[in-house]
């Protein structure tokens, strides 16, 4: 190869000097990477900061609180894992757990099956005025629960609540509702009440997104209302249902409000730890032992939160989550 053969297959100066803009523009993507990234740090921060304030800080605090005794003459002390110990073998706080799992049996089925039922009959469309009955159906999950609770105490109360005269009239005399026997269906009663609402408007929203080809193609295949509803639209919703009903399980654990207001009609009727809040309420505020009243806390913090991981699992190996 001669000189001029050499000249022409060498590459030019200018042709280098254009190759060189192809590797330049990388340390700019990586400045509006970090630009970008600092924007979502930014816009995350106030949920930060309020996780922080009032989640991460009262249980750090209530764990903390929870080690140590406080005493009329002492003063306060260390004391290791005794308040622990004395909460996992209080007779008061399991049997409040155990109450609390057979409420949770009941409630939640019961809420979740009429939900369903609404939804599927409002996303039919064979119900007039389905709009109207919708926002009534919601109403009670905008009432405050104190508020619910005693306007059914009055409705119930013995001998001159309206439902006491009509168990009278069918022939259940003296129904007193806030029995001992019947307090737990009173409060399954009112709680299912509260939330059937929020449930159904949830379900009926999922229902709503099902693609209608898939409606569409059961018709062509002649199937009826009630088994599209039922055998094809329900079970395409199947994850909201999951996720309904360890939302309200997880509601179901951490019951208070309701069996605290009707305490107040019939005092004998709810017992000092007759859910495990309740137990953690009437220990820390009603005796004032606050240090057991807080290893109480972290203990039924620790169920709820295994409840919530169990279920967390159970939807990812079902296949909801990736």
């Known amino acids: 190869m001669d000189h001029k053969t050499a000249l022409r297959t060498r590459p030019s100066a200018s042709a280098q000097v254009q190759e060189q803009p192809d590797v330049a523009p990388l340390p700019r993507r990586r400045r509006a990477g970090v630009r970008r990234d600092g924007y979502g740090a930014l816009f995350v921060s106030p949920f930060v900061i309020a996780l922080t304030l009032f989640m991460i800080v009262p249980i750090g605090y209530a764990v903390y609180d929870s080690l140590y005794t406080t005493k009329l003459i002492g003063g306060t002390s260390f004391a290791g894992l005794d308040n622990y110990r004395q909460v996992l073998t209080s007779s008061q706080f399991w049997d409040g757990a155990k109450r609390v799992a057979i409420f949770a049996i009941v409630q939640v089925p019961l809420t979740i099956g009429l939900a369903t039922f609404f939804a599927a009959v409002f996303d039919a469309g064979v119900c007039r005025f389905g709009k109207a009955l919708r926002t009534i159906y919601f109403m009670p999950f905008a009432v405050p629960a104190v508020v619910a609770s005693v306007m059914w105490s009055f409705l119930l109360l013995p001998k001159l609540g309206p439902f006491s005269r009509l168990a009278d009239a069918i022939g259940f005399h003296n129904t007193n509702f806030f029995s001992s026997r019947l307090i ?30 898939v409606t569409e193609a059961a018709l062509l295949d002649g199937a009826s209302l009630w088994t599209i509803i039922w055998r094809v639209k329900v079970p395409m919703v199947r994850p909201a249902i999951v996720m309904l009903c360890f939302v309200n399980t997880v509601g179901a654990l951490q019951l208070f409000t309701e069996p605290q207001i009707l305490a107040a009609f019939q005092p004998q009727a709810v017992s000092f730890g007759f859910t495990p809040s309740l137990y953690v309420y009437n220990t820390a505020i009603g005796s004032a032992e606050y240090n057991l009243g807080a290893a109480a806390a972290v ?11 169990g279920s967390m699992a159970l939807r990812r190996r079902s296949g909801e989550f990736a």
């Open 184 to 213: 737990v269906p009173t409060v399954i009663l009112i709680v299912v009440w509260e939330w059937t609402g929020y449930n159904m408007t949830i379900l009926f929203t999922s229902l709503r997104s099902v693609p209608r080809t």
């Open 299 to 309: 203990v039924l913090g620790v169920l709820i939160g295994a409840v919530s991981i």
